[in-house]
């Protein structure tokens, strides 16, 4: 199984500055990855596919970096519908496994 | 527009059994992968199962392997997941998620439901 480690668990920030998110995996996985944005009560939202590549209706805002195994998601002039949790997620290998997460806060 | 709810969620004891079904609009479902995803109390997201867009193929997490089976009515636009011998660790909110490609898979998981939550306690 792959094992995805995202770091740091929690980015204390402030709103305008920059956040960028790291996620490592076990083994390489290409650029096979994903970012998703989770707020509590609502649906995951798909923001990055293959480690670079924005999905529909997706802001500029967010940008997606790496391959092999060393993963980064950057969120430029953060606003306040920014701050959420964050999961990178692989789909190099079954089963399919996410990170633990990242939160973004205030 | 995509639109997936999830629903059959509910309370039940260690040992029984759940069916949750989420039924699907606004995209071609029969050529789509769909996935089943949850997320425990406080912890991050797990994903859990994968049925190919014809239904022939199926992938577990090995937590659920051999408990749980995912399933498809592509007449009913509709998937399932069947959920045997559930136990505590079983508790946690069930998302379903259309798979991106183009019946291939896996690929991204591009549309989430609101998901449904399951208890399992005595």
């Known amino acids: 199984e792959i094992v995805l480690t995202q770091s740091p668990a929690t980015l204390s920030l402030s709103p305008g500055e920059r956040a960028t998110l790291s996620c490592r995996a076990s083994?390489?996985?290409?650029?096979?990855l994903a970012w998703y944005q989770h707020k509590p009560g609502q649906a995951p939202r798909l923001l990055i596919y293959?480690?670079?590549n924005r999905a529909t209706g997706i802001p500029a805002k967010f940008s997606g970096s790496g391959s092999g195994t060393d993963f980064t998601l950057t969120i430029s002039d953060l606003g306040p519908e920014d701050f959420a949790v964050y999961y990178c997620?692989?789909?190099?290998?079954?089963?399919?496994?996410f990170g633990g997460g990242t939160k973004v806060e205030i | 527009q995509v639109h997936l709810e999830e629903s059959g969620g509910g309370v039940v004891q260690p040992g029984g059994s759940l069916r949750l079904a989420c039924t699907a609009s606004?995209?071609?479902?029969?050529?789509?992968?769909m996935h089943w995803v949850r997320q425990a109390p406080g912890k991050g997201l797990e994903w859990v199962a994968f049925?190919?867009?014809?239904?022939?193929?199926?992938f577990y997490a090995d937590s659920v392997k051999g408990r749980f089976t995912i399933s498809r009515d592509n007449s009913k636009t509709t998937v399932y997941l069947q959920m045997n011998r559930l136990t505590t660790g079983d508790t946690a909110v069930y998302f379903c998620?259309?798979?991106?490609?183009?019946?291939?898979?896996?690929?991204?998981?591009?549309?989430w439901g609101q998901g449904s939550r399951v208890t399992v306690s005595s």
């Open positions: 293959d480690a670079s």
């Open positions: 606004g995209f071609t479902f029969r050529s789509y992968g």
């Open positions: 997620q692989q789909r190099s290998n079954w089963p399919l496994t």
């Open positions: 049925v190919r867009h014809d239904g022939l193929i199926q």
């Open positions: 083994h390489n996985i290409r650029t096979y």
């Open positions: 998620a259309k798979d991106g490609g183009l019946e291939v898979g896996p690929s991204e998981l591009d549309f």
